[in-house]
C-alpha cells in the first residue's frame, strides 16, 4: 500500500511539471512563485474522485454541488495577474474547492476565504487543514459583502461569475490593492481593479467562463 501511495504521488508530481511546462509557462504566466506554487500543489486532491490524468488535464473539473474547480491555467492566470506578494493579505471571494486558496497561500503572508456553500466550506478547511495550511482563514457566507472586519485586503481574488464588480470589495482593497475577477453574465471577461487612494483604475483581461456568483448583494438598493 505504501508503495502504490508512493508511486502515485510520483506519477502526480511528474504530471505536475508537465501541467506547469506545456499549459502555463508555455502561455503567459511569467511569475516565478506563481509557477512554483502550481508545481508543489497536489491538484488531485482537490478532486478526490477524479482521475490523476484528469486532475492535471487543460480544463476545469466539476467538485459537486454544481460548482467546479477552474482550469489550472485560469487559476495561475488570474494569481499572476494579481502579482500576489509575500507580504500581502488576500481574500478570495468563493473557496469552492480549496485550490485557489492554496495557490495564494503558497506565496501569500495570509489568506482569508469565504465560501457561500456550507458544505463545500467545510470539506475546502478539511482539505486544506490536512494539507498544512496555517495562513488560511475560513469563513461561510456571502461573499458580496467580504470580510470589512478584517479589511484591508492587498489582493481580493473572485472566483465565480459576477454580473457587476461588488462595490463593497473595491472599498477594501488596501491603497494598490489589486482585485481580480470575471465579469459579466453571459459573456465574462477577467477584470483587474487597482485602487490609488480614492481613484480605482481598470483593466480588461481575457474572455472566461465561470459559475455565477451567487449573492443576495446584486440588484439590491
Known amino acids: 500500500m505504501k508503495r502504490q501511495?508512493?508511486?502515485?504521488?510520483?506519477?502526480?508530481?511528474?504530471?505536475?511539471?508537465?501541467?506547469v511546462r506545456t499549459q502555463i509557462a508555455g502561455r503567459d504566466v511569467r511569475s516565478p512563485a506563481v509557477l512554483k506554487a502550481m508545481g508543489h500543489v497536489p491538484r488531485h486532491r482537490f478532486l478526490p474522485n477524479d482521475s490523476l490524468e484528469n486532475a492535471y488535464g487543460d480544463h476545469a473539473r466539476p467538485i459537486g454541488n454544481?460548482?467546479?474547480?477552474?482550469?489550472?491555467y485560469i487559476v495561475?492566470?488570474?494569481?499572476?495577474?494579481?502579482?500576489?506578494?509575500?507580504?500581502?493579505?488576500?481574500l478570495e471571494i468563493g473557496t469552492g474547492s480549496g485550490y485557489?486558496?492554496?495557490?495564494?497561500?503558497?506565496?501569500?503572508?495570509?489568506?482569508?476565504?469565504?465560501?457561500l456553500n456550507a458544505t463545500l466550506?467545510?470539506?475546502?478547511?478539511?482539505?486544506?487543514?490536512k494539507l498544512g495550511y496555517t495562513?488560511?482563514?475560513?469563513?461561510?457566507?456571502?461573499?458580496?459583502?467580504?470580510?470589512a472586519q478584517f479589511a484591508p485586503y492587498d489582493v481580493i481574488l473572485i472566483t465565480a461569475g459576477a454580473p457587476e464588480l461588488p462595490e463593497p470589495l473595491l472599498e477594501q482593497l488596501a491603497d494598490n490593492g489589486r482585485l481580480v475577477g470575471p465579469?459579466?453574465?453571459?459573456?465574462?471577461?477577467?477584470?483587474k481593479v487597482r485602487r490609488t487612494g480614492a481613484r480605482f483604475e481598470t483593466e480588461h483581461g481575457?474572455?472566461?467562463?465561470?459559475?455565477?456568483?451567487?449573492?443576495?448583494?446584486?440588484?439590491?438598493?
Open 206 to 221: 481575457i474572455y472566461v467562463r465561470f459559475v455565477p456568483f451567487v449573492s443576495n448583494g446584486f440588484g439590491s438598493a
Open 5 to 19: 501511495r508512493e508511486a502515485s504521488e510520483d506519477t502526480a508530481a511528474k504530471l505536475r511539471e508537465h501541467m
Open 76 to 90: 495561475a492566470h488570474m494569481s499572476d495577474w494579481a502579482d500576489i506578494g509575500t507580504e500581502d493579505r488576500v
Open 121 to 129: 466550506a467545510r470539506a475546502a478547511q478539511n482539505r486544506l487543514q
Open 135 to 147: 495562513n488560511i482563514r475560513f469563513f461561510t457566507g456571502d461573499g458580496y459583502q467580504g470580510l
Open 100 to 115: 485557489q486558496a492554496a495557490i495564494a497561500a503558497e506565496i501569500a503572508h495570509e489568506v482569508f476565504t469565504i465560501e
Open 183 to 191: 465579469i459579466g453574465e453571459e459573456a465574462q471577461q477577467l477584470m
Open 66 to 72: 454544481g460548482q467546479t474547480c477552474s482550469q489550472p
